[in-house]
Each structure stands twice: as C-alpha cells, then as structure tokens.
C-alpha cells in the first residue's frame, strides 16, 4: 500500500480519536446520551464516545454561589422591606440535573427568589431582623427538598442585606433612644436609691454614736483648711465645748 493510499485512513483515525477521546476535570462529570438515551455518566479522566452516535453534556460538580437579587416583601405586620441573599449549591446527581430539569441553576435562581419571599414574609420585621439565623435554616430546608429532585443539593442560605424604609428606620432610631434613655433613668434612680438607702444606714449609725458625728465635723474642717487659705468661720457645735466645760466646773 502506497504512502498517499495511507494518508487518508490516517486522517480518518485522527478525526475518530479527537471526537472520540474527551478529558474531564476532576470536578466534571459527563452525562451520555447514545441515539438519544442516557445510558450513564462518566468521568472524570479520559473517556471515549463513539462519534456521531454518542452525545455527551458535561456537568460542573463543584458548589455554586448563587447572588439572589434583592426581593419586595411585605411582612406580616405590613411593613414593606428588601431582602437579598446568597445560596450555595451544587449537584450530586448529574443525570438528574440534566434529564429532569431545563435548566438546574435557572430553576434554582427562581425557586430561592420565591422561597426567599414568601419565608420572609411569614413574620413580623422584628423576627426578621432578630432571628435571621432561624429563618436562613428554614430558608435552606425549603429549598434543599425542593431541589432534590433535579439531583441539586442545597447545602447553605444567607440572608445578606435587608433594606428598610427611610421612615421605618427614623421610627426605630427613635425607639432605640428613648429606650437608651429609659434605661438611664432606670441607672439614675437606682444609684439615688443606693445613696439614700446608705444615707439612712449612716444616719442610724451616728444616732446610735453620737461621737462619730463630731469625729465627722472635725475631718470636714480639716478638709476644708487643707484646700482653702482664706479664713473660713464655723460654728462650733455646743457637744464638742460641753467636756471642757464639765471640766472648769468641776474645779
């Protein structure tokens, strides 16, 4: 067989093995389809198709993060508020995710928009703004049975931003202050009422001594002269001279 009679067969065996041979990525998985039947999913690594008869659609397996944009909700007790999240999915079940749906992240774009709303708005703004934990995880389970039939796993939601209106949120800067400020009457008139209850527990103390009260009058004075020069003119109290003046009438 001569050379130019090879050439042709070469050139048939090369176009054969570059529609035949495909290389997936360790995170790719391929679905085939034979005359239009799924016979199976391969991969990742080399795999081979017979051409023109085998048809293949290839699969990211790797977890997706999906931006849902910011959606109108009104809550339960009829304030009106937007809530935009993140979602984190991926695919288990390849087959599944190509046979059984159009469109796996289209539908899962569309399905956490809904979910999203209609969570939200099952509560009242103050359980929406204080429990966003609880209702992430309400969120996920939702969303994660739902798609478990198109082979997708929903594997975390997260409410990212929830914006409110320019007069909700006046309303609630004024709640927080006067709640600021209740609470700090509350600390004042409970110190007054410490002070007061010492006060009483100190005067009780010096009708039962009455020495400690001279004791007390005399540190004022000391006080008194230790921060002023000037002279300052006190009365002195008639118990404080009543021992000297036992004394001179005693001789």
């Not at 004022?220 to 009365?235: G, M, R, V, Y």
Request: aromatic share 6%; hydrophobic share 45%.
């Amino acid at each position: 067989m001569s050379t130019i009679n090879l050439i042709p067969i070469i050139f048939l065996a090369v176009a054969f093995l570059v529609s035949a041979i495909k290389i997936l990525r360790e995170y790719e998985r391929a679905v085939i389809f034979r005359l239009g039947r799924v016979i199976g999913s391969k991969g990742p690594g080399i795999i081979i198709l017979i051409p023109f008869i085998d048809k293949m659609v290839r699969i990211d397996m790797r977890t997706v993060t999906l931006d849902v944009p910011p959606q109108d909700v009104i809550t339960k007790d009829n304030v009106t508020v937007k809530v935009s999240a993140v979602v984190y999915f991926r695919v288990i079940d390849s087959i599944k995710a190509i046979v059984d749906v159009e469109d796996f992240h289209f539908a899962t774009s569309q399905l956490s928009q809904t979910t999203l709303r209609s969570t939200c708005g099952q509560g009242e703004l103050d359980h929406l703004l204080s429990e966003r934990d609880e209702i992430n995880e309400r969120i996920q389970a939702i969303l994660d049975k739902d798609t478990e039939p198109w082979g997708v796993k929903v594997s975390k939601v997260e409410i990212k931003e929830i914006d409110l209106p320019i007069e909700m949120q006046r309303a609630m800067a004024k709640q927080a202050e006067a709640e600021r400020e209740r609470r700090s009457k509350i600390i004042n008139a409970e110190g007054e009422f410490q002070a007061a209850k010492r006060l009483n527990e100190a005067a009780a103390i010096i009708a039962e001594n009455p020495s400690a009260l001279q004791l007390r009058y005399l540190q004022t004075l000391q006080d008194i002269a230790a921060e002023n020069n000037s002279t300052t003119i006190f009365p002195i109290p008639i118990d404080l001279l009543r021992p000297f003046m036992e004394k001179g009438g005693g001789k």
